[in-house]
Each structure stands twice: as structure tokens, then as C-alpha cells.
């Protein structure tokens, strides 16, 4: 499976960017996906899931109103529209299939090629 994430930069704080990620090596629309991140001397934080099929999402409290995560099956890619970013959105992001549960209980599999993201205040 290789995931490659892209999209990300340096922004200004209440600014926006849309990540994407794309997958090869699985068969993406039978798989439930993520978006997490990790800033330094922080641990992971999945952000947001979606299901196999887009119709159904979760968020991390912290991306609740400002993040939408979003799929194409035609495209094996996955979404991640940021707006009103801050500066503790500073992080690498990736995204990874997840393996087991969902929401906060979900557990992912390998994280791919990663992208950071660095909003300046």
C-alpha cells in the first residue's frame, strides 16, 4: 500500500489549504480512510474519517467546523479542506487506512508520505 499526502505549506493564520492524498496498491473504496497529524513533541492525532463510501464523516474536536474530509473512489484520493487555520494546525499531516473501529476508537494502519502544513501567526 502506498499513501502519498500533498498540499501542504506555509500559510497565515485564518487561512486555508486542501490536502490530498493518493493511494495505490489497495482496492481504496472498500476502505474506510483518515487524515492525522503530529506536530513536534506532540503525539498523533487522527483529525478526521471518512467511510468507504463518503457518506459518513468524523472529526476530531479540534477540526469540528473548520476541516472537511472528503473522498473520490474514481480517483483513489482522499481530502482534507482546512480553513481558518491556526497556528496549532502546525504539523506534518498524512493520511492512512483505517484498519479497525472508527471515530476515536479507530486504529490505522501505516502512515504514508506526509506533508506539512506551518500557519504563521
Known amino acids: 500500500v502506498q499513501l502519498q ?3 501542504g505549506g506555509l ?3 485564518g487561512g486555508s489549504l486542501r490536502l490530498s492524498c493518493a493511494a495505490s496498491g489497495l482496492t481504496f473504496s472498500s476502505y ?3 487524515w492525522l ?3 513536534p ?3 498523533r492525532e487522527a483529525v478526521a474519517s471518512i467511510n468507504w463510501s463518503g457518506r459518513l464523516t468524523y ?3 479540534s477540526a469540528k467546523g473548520r476541516v472537511t474530509i472528503s473522498r473520490d473512489n474514481a480517483k483513489n484520493t482522499v481530502y482534507l479542506q482546512m480553513n481558518s ?3 496549532e494546525d502546525t504539523a506534518v499531516y498524512y493520511c492512512a487506512v483505517v484498519e479497525k473501529g472508527w471515530g476515536l476508537a479507530a486504529e490505522f494502519g501505516s502512515r504514508g508520505q506526509e506533508t506539512l502544513v506551518t500557519v504563521s501567526s
Open 5 to 7: 499526502a500533498s498540499g
Open 11 to 13: 500559510v497565515q493564520a
Open 32 to 34: 474506510h480512510m483518515g
Open 37 to 39: 497529524r503530529q506536530a
Open 41 to 43: 513533541g506532540k503525539e
Open 59 to 61: 472529526y476530531a474536536d
Open 85 to 87: 487555520l491556526k497556528p
